[in-house]
């Protein structure tokens, strides 16, 4: 499977992230707390870099990429695909954009693209995505997604869930 993924949109870069993103891994692991060091995010990086090796067509282990802002080259946030936990059925959706960045699309733009890339690139059938009950915001993107509500979680947050063939509902 490639390791270094480029995904473009009309606004937004979606790419596998490198060595030389060590101080916007630092600045951004933990969007919510205070930044990391060079040494641990680089060590982040090079975990991520492992796990991209995992990945095979239909069956991916855990996939991270940078959002980055096309005309200004600046980095936003992140996306990605997570099946750390190989006893659930599918892969879970993320997002995480800086806050000054919220309510302009751009989560769901990258989205959009990382699931079109999902089921076409990587072959993979169903894709789940949770959030925070509070969270509306987020709750929304999945909705707009397509991705239809399956239920609460154990932890009381919305699942929701997407497959490859719900044509008609999304722009894949």
Same mark, same amino acid.
């Given at each position: 499977?490639?390791?270094?993924?480029?995904?473009?949109?009309?606004? $937004?870069?979606?790419? =596998?992230?490198?060595?030389?993103?060590?101080?916007?891994?630092?600045?951004?692991?933990?969007?919510?707390?205070?930044?990391?060091?060079?040494?641990?995010?680089?060590?982040?990086? $090079? !975990? @991520?870099?492992?796990?991209?090796?995992? #990945?095979? %067509?239909?069956?991916?282990?855990?996939?991270? $990429?940078?959002?980055?802002?096309? &005309? =200004?080259?600046?980095?936003? *946030? !992140?996306?990605? $695909?997570?099946?750390?936990?190989?006893?659930?059925?599918?892969?879970?959706?993320?997002?995480?954009?800086?806050? /000054?960045? !919220? *309510?302009?699309? +751009?989560?769901?733009?990258?989205?959009?693209?990382?699931?079109? +890339?999902?089921?076409?690139? @990587?072959?993979?059938?169903?894709?789940?995505?949770?959030? &925070? %009950?509070?969270?509306?915001?987020?709750?929304?993107?999945?909705? #707009?997604? *397509?991705?239809?509500?399956?239920?609460?979680? /154990?932890? *009381?947050? %919305?699942?929701?869930?997407?497959?490859?063939?719900?044509?008609?509902?999304? %722009?894949?």
């Amino acid at each position: 499977m490639k390791t270094n993924i480029l995904i473009q949109t009309k606004r $937004l870069i979606l790419r =596998t992230v490198t060595l030389a993103d060590r101080e916007h891994v630092a600045s951004s692991w933990k969007l919510d707390a205070e930044p990391i060091s060079l040494n641990e995010a680089e060590q982040k990086i $090079l !975990w @991520m870099q492992a796990n991209h090796e995992k #990945n095979l %067509p239909g069956k991916i282990f855990h996939l991270c $990429l940078s959002i980055i802002i096309k &005309d =200004t080259n600046e980095f936003i *946030g !992140w996306c990605g $695909l997570d099946h750390l936990d190989q006893e659930k059925t599918d892969p879970a959706l993320f997002y995480l954009l800086k806050a /000054k960045f !919220w *309510g302009k699309g +751009y989560a769901t733009e990258a989205a959009t693209a990382l699931l079109k +890339y999902a089921f076409t690139e @990587m072959n993979l059938v169903s894709i789940h995505g949770s959030a &925070d %009950p509070e969270n509306h915001a987020s709750i929304r993107i999945m909705e #707009n997604l *397509g991705m239809q509500f399956m239920g609460l979680a /154990k932890n *009381g947050c %919305p699942v929701y869930s997407i497959t490859k063939e719900a044509d008609g509902i999304n %722009p894949f």
